[in-house]
Antibody, heavy 119, light 106 residues
Framework: QVTLKESGPGILQPSQTLSLTCTFS??????????VGWIRQPSGKGLEWLAN???????YYNPSLKNRLTISKDTSNNQAFLKITNVDTADTATYYC???????????WGQGTLVTVSS | DIQMTQSPPVLSASVGDRVTLSCKAS??????LDWYQQKHGEAPKLLIY???NLQTGIPSRFSGSGSGTDYTLTISSLQPEDVATYYC????????FGAGTKLELK
């Protein structure tokens, strides 16, 4: 059974760095073809793709945010991470991680974690 | 960057109706498109991958079609539980979600 769960700070201040963790089970990010992506959604708005990381450590970033994003993984502990630097109120959103396998579609999603940026 | 335009933004339909949602890409995306359903307060769910492949466990009333720049999600007979927002997503060049179509019951 594949499960994913996001965790984050809940609230942080403008200019800080947001660190998110996706802890998953039921698959390994060291297995050929596996990948994890991060997607966010401001309250009442649409989905925005942020970044993907693959089993071979290949990484892809949203070009509009690329300079602020870093995606990484810890295959030993079944975790993927996303860091967003210099946050502001526009980064307030629910952040999701999701699994990909062989294709770029997100077949499994976490429940999401709400992050609020506020002074 | 590839832009994805979904129409209509809001669609009202009755139970049993055949419903068609549209997604148009700003350039050819070679069928590299998925459809996701998001119910209020829930995470998105994959319905259709690579244009017309039904994800396991999704009812057969959902189907996808299209090519080039124009793609469609069809619900053959709308059910009350289909009330949700539907997003298309392309991964031919970069990765982009459409803005969504909110499906309501009339």
């Amino acid at each position: 059974q594949v499960t994913l769960k996001e965790s984050g700070p809940g609230i942080l201040q403008p200019s800080q760095t947001l660190s998110l963790t996706c802890t998953f089970s039921g698959f390994s990010l060291s297995t050929y073809g596996m990948g994890v992506g991060w997607i966010r959604q401001p309250s009442g708005k649409g989905l925005e793709w942020l970044a993907n990381i693959w089993w071979d450590d290949d990484k892809y970033y949203n070009p509009s945010l690329k300079n602020r994003l870093t995606i990484s993984k810890d295959t030993s502990n079944n975790q993927a991470f996303l860091k967003i630097t210099n946050v502001d109120t526009a980064d307030t959103a629910t952040y999701y991680c999701a699994r990909m396998r062989m294709g770029n579609w997100f077949a499994y999603w976490g429940q999401g974690t709400l992050v609020t940026v506020s002074s | 960057d590839i832009q994805m335009t979904q129409s209509p933004p809001v669609l009202s339909a009755s139970v049993g109706d055949r419903v068609t949602l549209s997604c148009k890409a700003s350039q050819n995306i070679n069928k590299n498109l998925d459809w996701y359903q998001q119910k209020h307060g829930e995470a998105p769910k994959l319905l259709i991958y690579y244009t017309n492949n039904l994800q396991t466990g999704i009812p057969s009333r959902f189907s996808g079609s299209g090519s080039g720049t124009d793609y469609t999600l069809t619900i053959s007979s709308l059910q009350p539980e289909d009330v949700a927002t539907y997003y298309c997503y392309q991964y031919n060049s970069g990765y982009t979600f459409g803005a969504g179509t909110k499906l309501e019951l009339k």
